[in-house]
């Protein structure tokens, strides 16, 4: 055994998970180390005939309470934080008695399920483990001759060690786990801390902690140079950190963040009416809605089949065996819905590099939550785009008021527009996009693009007439100059909808009035960088 080997000669075990915990104790006593334990893992514990000293043995306290106090004493932590070889420290505990702890099992209180749950308050507060992150990070702290274990997974390797080095963990395993443990206990603080700011309705408070576990590392980032991960921060919202993958290669960055804005774009439309939206870096090249999720497709494809080879596919419901047979026409990464059939994913798997993730229901774009970007020196945060507009709020500001089918077409492409990186035009037409410009510094560069786009996708349909004649027109923010809007006009555009607030925007009204356009402002911009 070399001096960075430290033998297990006493272990305390508290666990309110108790997976895999007897396995791992009953393999702990046969190698002859003493067990200390607390209240439900000592009793569990008992209950497979173990051996096991209560903690109020080495305390000389009962719990008490209500078991809000047990661990927080000197004979435990003392028997944690001694510097093994220290001189004085060793001097110190044989005059106290207190008897050195080597091993630390402890995960904690379950607060974030109790949360997830919708328990009252009182009841939050009461799963918030005192105890435990007090005795995690002092073994941690004192990891040069402690080993801390905070999740089961980790007891084969405590066990594959001790069974490597006569009954001792390496110090580079140590320094593993206190690692782990420190970012456990981080991740559980930081749960705790979100949790109190929305109890207050702060959305911004003065200080922030963000945690997450890594659920699933990945090959490499946005690049093949670039290191990745993904991390689940425990929000339930369905979509891509709760989806089923039911075949294919893993995920990678890219493959999860375009899934991920597939999915929220399909969901803000709802429902009430099958659509369907296709994704391609992080920006829609098509969105439908129709009596189907086939016709939705078929719709969405048409507005720019050349973009969607190796799209993202996102569907509002249950994909039956007929849109299936045609999703697959076309190399698709991955396809997301809430639910297919067992015909639909049996042709699924005929297609081995195609994912299919089901998420069994869509997140609420009206649900609150925080986006969080990383800058040079910080971290910038702030509320989820979850506002919504509808014709209710609709204000018509030019002579002419959208008809009915315009109007329900408008609503539909601002609800696009909100998902397409700006600056954003859309072009949309009975329920479908027929053109989106995307991400250009220039909204008239966008409002060109879209048009290019409709004309590319009339020439791949054989149609001679331009798919813009009599289409609607959605901008993410207001336009500036009344260029953009006469560029729709000219493309065919009859209706046009925007937030409105420019310091033009009598000048742009007046240019829609004198070419004979509907328009409306939502009073509302959705810009999406």
């Known amino acids: 055994m070399t001096n960075a080997e430290t033998r297990i000669r006493r272990a305390l075990l508290s666990v309110s998970d108790k997976t895999g915990l007897i396995e791992f104790a009953r393999a702990l006593s046969h190698a002859g180390v003493e067990l200390v334990s607390t209240g439900g893992t000592a009793t569990v514990l008992r209950s497979e005939g173990l051996a096991v000293k209560d903690v109020s043995e080495l305390t000389g306290f009962p719990e008490m309470l209500d078991g809000r106090v047990k661990t927080l004493h000197p004979m435990v932590h003392g028997g944690l934080l001694a510097v093994r070889g220290n001189v004085e420290h060793e001097a110190k505990t044989a005059e106290h008695g207190i008897a050195p702890i080597d091993l ?16 009252p308050f009182d009841d939050c507060i009461e799963n918030i483990d005192i105890g435990g992150p007090a005795l995690i990070r002092a073994a941690a702290k004192n990891h040069a001759g402690v080993t801390v274990v905070v999740e089961a997974a980790d007891y084969v390797r405590v066990l594959e060690e001790m069974g490597t080095h006569g009954g001792a963990t390496t110090l580079k395993l140590r320094k593993e786990l206190a690692a782990k443990a420190y970012a456990r206990t981080g991740v559980y603080d930081a749960a705790i801390s979100e949790w109190f700011a929305a109890e207050l309705n702060d959305d911004m408070p003065q200080w922030r902690a963000f945690g997450g576990r890594r659920a699933e590392p990945l090959r490499y980032g946005e690049n093949p140079h670039q290191s990745a991960a993904f991390y689940a921060s425990g929000d339930k919202r369905p979509g891509v950190s709760t989806a089923v993958q039911h075949q294919g290669k893993e995920l990678s960055y890219n493959n999860l963040n375009d899934t991920d804005a597939a999915f929220e774009l399909v969901a803000e439309l709802g429902t009430g009416t099958p659509a ?5 870096h992080a920006n829609p090249c098509g969105v439908a809605m129709a009596a189907s999720i086939k016709e939705a497709y078929l ?13 993202i596919i996102a569907l509002n419901g249950m994909i ?11 190399f698709t990464e991955v396809v997301i819905a809430p639910d297919a059939t067992p015909e639909a994913k049996a042709l699924f798997a005929t297609k081995k590099n195609l994912r ?6 869509l997140p609420d774009p009206r649900a609150s ?37 315009e109007l329900a077409d408008l609503a539909f492409a601002f609800k696009v ?45 054989g149609v001679s007439e331009p798919l813009t004649k009599g289409l609607v027109i959605a901008s993410d923010a207001f336009f500036p100059f009344a260029d953009g809007l006469l560029a729709a006009a000219e493309a065919g555009a009859t ?3 925007q937030p409105g607030g420019s310091m033009r925007d009598d000048e742009v009204i007046q240019a829609a009035d004198d070419k004979g356009l509907a328009m409306v402002f939502t009073g509302k911009r959705h810009f999406r960088h």
């Open 369 to 405: 939550g925080v986006v969080v970007r990383s800058l040079s020196g910080g971290l910038l945060v702030q509320s989820r785009d979850n506002g919504v507009v509808g014709p209710s709020d609709f204000k018509v500001v030019t002579k002419r008021a959208p008809s009915e089918q």
């Open 356 to 361: 299919l993730l089901t998420t069994g229901a």
């Open 495 to 497: 209706a046009v909808i």
């Open 320 to 330: 039956e065996a007929e849109a299936a047979e045609e999703i697959i026409k076309i």
């Open 417 to 461: 527009a909100k998902h397409v990186k700006s600056n954003a035009i859309v072009y949309a037409k009975d329920g479908a996009t027929v053109g989106i410009g995307a991400g250009q510094m220039s909204r008239i560069d966008s409002t060109r693009i879209a048009a290019s786009k409709a004309a590319n996708a009339a020439e791949a349909m």
């Open 276 to 280: 369907v939206a296709i994704i391609k």
């Open 104 to 119: 630390l099992v402890v995960n904690l209180y379950p607060f974030e399920a109790t949360v997830a749950k919708g328990v």
């Open 299 to 311: 719709k969405a494809l048409a507005c720019d089949s050349v973009s969607a080879f190796g799209g």
